[in-house]
């Protein structure tokens, strides 16, 4: 047990120091923020596919990783993995999501959706999704970097941020995982580490705050600090009739909505509480990911098509530039907030091509513009 006790511990050291050491060759702190998403969370993955393929491993080295919902599974894989195992992270990521097509998730109650409505906690039985991360989380869990997955404790009624403290056995984590799936109307509240939890999207959609206090306990100053971020929805719904849609339908349909909103309110409060700070990537679908009327439902040639799509929308973020694509979104929300007719019919991709070819006369956008829109107040109080 002793010999056990030292090799643990001079593990731990040895993976602080070389995190220290990384972070003192870069002078940079670097964080990446995944935001909610069941099945969509592929796309995710399929942008750091994108990202590894053009950037170079220092450009990549996440030193805090958070993430919401589905968002949680692939910050938990990539937290398992070193910068130079980006590669076998991200691979992990895809075979979590492919395999989870194939697999029963969830299912009917006893006495059908009527039981779910009335009796259970949710339409669905997600018990089957235990077994599936089982399999998928079934070796001792390691970290290389700072973790954080959010939660809401649905009897408190409070957002908590799950770090890697929390994780002292795999156990944890699948329960934490377990819960990050549990969403609300869809399924119950999750019944672990002593409460019932729903996925953290209840209250955020998105989490950069505690990525980036991850870097100021480091000792890092704002201007050093690096904040990437992947979105899985930008709003981009396909137009159907919604006069046809009954209850799953509807909520569904709520839930593409409000990813968005929520996940820029999330992005605009942490602009401008870290001015200085440097919002590299914000990566977000430039047009609307397969999707269906049930919850983790894809198939697989929507799931291929999800992750190519993130691949494809990284290399894009990358070549516009650092920086760009932050403004490109945080223009394109506004623009929504002001019901612009111009982007009526527009996806997030088509307005951004409309800017750069010069349509509809966009004009060139600078971020502080949207402290002189009423909307905007609340982001306005950190501003220097």
Sequence with gaps: MTRLSKHVFSSVVLTSALVANLALATN????????????????????????????????????????????????AILSGHSNTQI????DKMIKFWTDGVKAKLYQNWWGGVIAGLFTAGGIYDNSPLTQFLQTQFNDPQTFERDLSIGLVDSIEGQYKSFQNKDFTKTQDLRDILFASFASPGYFPPADVLGSKWFDGSAVYDIDIFTAVNKCFDKGFIEENIVVDLIMTSSANLKEVNATEYHTMGMLFRYLEISSFYSSMDGLLRAKFSYPKANFRYAISPSKALPSSSYPLNLDEKQMNDTIQQGIEDAIAAINQGSGQSVDHLIHYHLLKSQNDDRI?????????????????????????????????????????
């Design 344 to 384: 009526d019919n527009l996806t997030y991709g088509g307005f951004m091509e409309a800017k750069a070819n010069g349509d509809y006369d966009f004009q060139a956008f600078d971020v502080s513009s949207i402290t002189s829109d009423p909307s905007y107040i609340k982001y306005q109080l950190n501003i220097e």
């Design 87 to 90: 590669n076998e992270a991200i």
């Design 28 to 75: 940079k702190c670097y964080i990446l923020a995944m935001s909610s998403g069941q099945e969509q969370a592929a796309y995710q993955a399929g942008v750091l596919k994108g990202l590894a393929s053009k950037l170079t491993t220092e450009e990549l080295s996440y030193q805090a990783v958070s993430g919401i919902a589905g968002g949680a599974v692939n910050a």
